[in-house]
């Protein structure tokens, strides 16, 4: 079956200091991969997306590298602000795009 | 359009009654998805209807629990004999292709 496992946090980090959080996944077939970002007191943003191998996405200084190889797709920024403080979900949707599945979140607090 | 909405925004309801909840998608968006989040977690998928059909249910979604999208547009979820454990914030999402834009979620506490 499809699932997403994602590094368990909290985590917390000075501004300007880099950050990884990683995300592998299990899936049949050829599945999109999505890191959404929650912001305290809002709902879920798609931070960022990747549809095939190899491919990149980026949005806000955040990337993160669809790796089949090794089922993973972590994210990473080289420097955070403090308004980058928030949780962030990694996911995936399947061949048909009709089930999504997240992660457990991982809370980020980055702090001046 | 400003975006998938829900109503209500917070619910407070007796161990027993049944709620409703309303979702209005991006307009010309016709994939429709339902999930529950309780505290900690990720987003669970519920449900998912492709314009009016609903195509797909989680086994997460009990005989207690029931979604529609009559014609395509809006969808309501309903939980009927609601019990503490149902206490929860539930998302609608809406996509067009792969893509989801989430709502603000209607939080559920049963007391």
């Known amino acids: 079956g499809n699932s997403v496992t994602q590094m368990e946090g909290p985590v917390t980090l000075s501004e300007e200091a880099f950050l990884t959080i990683n995300c592998t996944y299990t899936?049949?077939?050829?599945?999109?991969l999505f890191w959404y970002v929650q912001y305290p007191g809002e709902g879920l943003q798609l931070l960022l997306k990747a549809t095939k191998a190899d491919d990149k996405g980026s949005n806000k200084g955040f990337e993160a590298t669809y790796r089949k190889e090794t089922t993973s797709f972590h994210l990473e920024k080289g420097s955070v602000q403090v308004s980058d403080s928030a949780v962030y979900f990694c996911?995936?949707?399947?061949?048909?795009?009709?089930?999504?599945?997240f992660g457990t979140g991982t809370s980020l607090t980055v702090i001046p | 359009d400003t975006g998938v909405s829900q109503n209500p925004r917070h619910k407070i309801t007796k161990r027993g009654q049944n709620v409703t909840f309303r979702c209005d998608p991006i307009s010309e968006h016709n994939r429709l998805y339902w999930y529950r989040q309780t505290l900690g977690q990720g987003p669970e998928f519920l449900t998912y209807?492709?314009?009016?059909?609903?195509?797909?249910k989680s086994r997460l979604l009990s005989d207690r629990f029931s979604a529609e999208r009559p014609k395509g547009s809006f969808s309501t979820l309903e939980i009927q004999r609601t019990e503490q454990g149902d206490s929860a914030m539930y998302l609608c999402?809406?996509?067009?292709?792969?893509?989801?834009?989430f709502g603000p979620g209607t939080r559920l506490t049963v007391t």
């Open positions: 899936a049949t077939g050829y599945p999109s």
């Open positions: 996911a995936l949707s399947g061949n048909t795009g009709n089930q999504f599945y």
């Open positions: 999402a809406s996509s067009s292709e792969r893509e989801q834009y």
């Open positions: 209807f492709q314009n009016e059909a609903q195509l797909e």
